[in-house]
């Protein structure tokens, strides 16, 4: 998969970008990442953003050299090639793992972070976009929530983790994980389950199953069907 960022502040992506499970998949060739600062897509006296028109607080971001950004990617991408152009919003649909899914079976993640008072809302307009939401609370600008958005994606291309690893994790089947335990077998008078240390992997597994189950009925039963 290739990852494009549009973004004022591409620093804030680099670091992350080289760390864990991301870091190892762009190692690794599964992901690549390139990212694109929106000022150096302005054209001569312009400016990334401008007050809005009607009145009100706040700037808000120009379509132009998004829009332009957008198109160039576009231009130089296979023409076959399955894409989509994300941008976190609070006005978004709800993020999900199944979204998380979806994604990951492209071939191209165009993430176009706004910021101040978010972008001008013609750009949806003139770009096929999907709007995503992380939940009801306001951020400073789209960076965090696409670093989310990209960490929860990346981990599902192939070749990131193992499938048995993505398989087991929360919400692939609708539950939450199973709680998880490692080294003492106990500490502070807290031990461990007794059937994880017994060797038995079906009763290991059917324990997990069922501790998957309770979790989610009594932590998330909004996900039960």
């Not at 089947?173 to 240390?197: A, I, Q």
């Amino acid at each position: 998969m290739a990852v494009e960022i549009v973004t004022l502040f591409p620093e804030v992506f680099a670091p992350f970008v080289g760390l864990s499970i991301i870091g190892r998949a762009v190692e690794g060739g599964s992901i690549s990442v390139r990212y694109h600062n929106i000022l150096d897509a302005l054209k001569d006296g312009e400016r990334a953003d401008a007050t809005p028109y009607g009145g009100g607080p706040g700037m808000v971001m120009r379509l132009e050299p998004i829009v332009r950004i957008v198109d160039r990617i576009a231009a130089e991408a296979p023409v076959y090639e399955k894409r989509a152009v994300v941008v976190p919003s609070p006005s978004g649909k709800r993020f999900e793992q199944a979204d998380a899914v979806a994604l990951s079976g492209l071939d191209r993640l165009v993430l176009v972070c706004g910021h101040y008072e978010g972008i001008d809302e013609r750009l949806g307009a003139v770009v096929d976009i999907r709007e995503f939401s992380l939940g009801d609370f306001v951020l400073t600008g789209g960076e965090l929530p696409a670093l989310a958005i990209l960490d929860s994606t990346a981990r599902l291309v192939e070749g990131a983790i193992r499938p048995e690893s993505a398989r087991s994790e929360s919400f692939m089947e609708g539950t939450l994980d199973h709680p998880s335990f490692t080294r003492p077998p106990s500490f502070r008078g807290v031990d461990v389950p007794e059937v994880l240390l017994s060797g038995d992997h079906a009763r290991i597994a059917e324990w997990r199953r069922e501790q998957s189950r309770e979790r989610t009925r009594r932590r998330r039963p909004d996900l039960e069907t």
